[in-house]
C-alpha cells in the first residue's frame, strides 16, 4: 500500500495502462488488495477502464469473490463517483453478473443486482436463501 501512495505522490499517472490495457486498479483487483483499492478509486482511477480484452476491474473483483473491494466500486458509484458499468462485457460477452451466477457466489449476485452492498446482517440472510427464493437470479 505504501508503494502505491508513494508512486501517487511523486506524480504517477492513476489512469497508465500496460500494453494489455491494465490498470494498477486491474492489478489489484486480481489479488483482491483492499487497500490499494480504497486509495486508487480515492484518487480518481477510472474503475470503468477496461483492458485490451474488455475486462474491468469488477470482472476481476467478481471472478475472484473479492466482495470488500467490490463493496469500494459499490459505494463510489452511489455517493458521487462515475457510473459503475454493471453491464460491461469482457471477450467472451460475460457481465460481473454472469461471473457471479456462473461461479453461484449468492452475495455478489445480490450486490450486483440491487446495485448496493450488504448492510450488516443481511450477509446471512442471503446466503440462506433458498434457490428458489431467488428466481430473478438463475444459479
Known amino acids: 500500500m505504501n508503494v502505491v501512495n ?15 490495457g491494465r490498470t494498477a486498479l486491474h492489478w489489484a483487483s486480481i489479488q483482491g488488495h483492499l487497500e ?14 477496461a483492458t485490451n480484452g474488455g475486462t474491468t476491474a469488477l470482472h476481476l473483483l467478481v471472478d475472484g469473490n ?6 469500494v466500486l459499490i459505494d463510489k458509484n452511489n ?3 462515475s457510473p459503475l458499468e454493471f453491464e460491461s462485457k469482457d471477450e467472451d ?4 453478473m454472469d461471473l457471479a451466477k456462473e461461479k453461484k457466489l449468492k452475495e ?4 450486483l443486482k440491487e446495485k448496493r452492498n450488504l448492510a450488516p446482517g ?15 437470479i438463475p444459479m
Open 79 to 81: 455517493n458521487g463517483g
Open 36 to 49: 490499494p483499492t480504497k486509495v486508487l478509486v480515492e484518487k480518481g482511477i477510472d474503475y470503468n477502464k
Open 122 to 136: 443481511e450477509k446471512q440472510i442471503v446466503v440462506s436463501f433458498r434457490q428458489e427464493t431467488h428466481s430473478n
Open 108 to 111: 455478489l449476485c445480490f450486490m
Open 93 to 96: 460477452g460475460k457481465t460481473p
Open 6 to 20: 508513494k508512486l501517487l505522490e511523486a506524480g504517477a499517472n492513476v489512469n497508465k495502462t500496460d500494453k494489455s
Open 66 to 71: 473479492h466482495i470488500k473491494c467490490v463493496e
